[in-house]
């Protein structure tokens, strides 16, 4: 059984930075790209960023270009979401994901296991 946990969130100011992490438990995580996501009230849930399983290849989406950065620790089997420069539109949920596979997908039907979520919010 594989079992995804996040932490990290908080309330911030606009400017401040976050760092979410994602523990994950079972077998072979290292096999399998990991993905951010995060759903804000009243929308749906959205691809942020993944990583593949190796860490070599990353992907993100464009309106978290050059503030944030998804890293991951095979050893520790953890996954991390550095987000700087926080906007009040980065205010939502943050969930950590489970690719069904090697390679990072940008819709919530390419993953098989979530984690519960972390509250983001960011305050102007």
């Known amino acids: 059984q594989v079992q995804l946990v996040e932490s990290g969130g908080g309330l911030v100011q606009a400017g401040d930075s976050l760092r979410l992490s994602c523990s994950a438990s079972g077998r072979d995580f290292s096999r399998y790209a990991m993905a951010w996501f995060r759903q804000a009230p009243g929308k749906e849930r959205e691809f942020v960023a993944g990583?593949?399983?190796?860490?070599?290849?990353?992907d993100y989406t464009d309106s978290v270009k050059g503030r944030f950065t998804i890293s991951r620790d095979n050893t520790k089997n953890r996954v991390y979401l550095q987000m700087n420069s926080l906007k009040p539109d980065d205010t939502a949920v943050y969930y950590c994901a489970r690719s069904r596979g090697s390679l990072i997908r940008t819709t919530t039907p390419g993953y098989d296991y979530w984690g519960q979520g972390t509250q983001v919010t960011v305050s102007s």
């Open positions: 990583i593949t399983w190796t860490g070599g290849t990353t």
